[in-house]
């Protein structure tokens, strides 16, 4: 009795560390985009001030 409790504690922990890992993945994939808009307009804003010159 004393195995399963240890086993389903162990099960629970993984399943802890996939769901922040998930968590944290979602994060970074949603900031991408922001990140992706963030550099492309910075490079419009060099390309327009190279080319008014």
Request: charged share 15%.
């Amino acid at each position: 009795m004393r195995l399963t409790g240890k086993w389903n504690h162990k099960g629970q922990s993984l399943i802890e560390y996939a769901m922040v890992a998930a968590i944290v993945s979602a994060a970074i994939i949603a900031m991408s985009t922001y990140v992706y808009r963030s550099v492309q307009s910075t490079q419009q804003m060099i390309q327009e001030e190279f080319s008014s010159h």
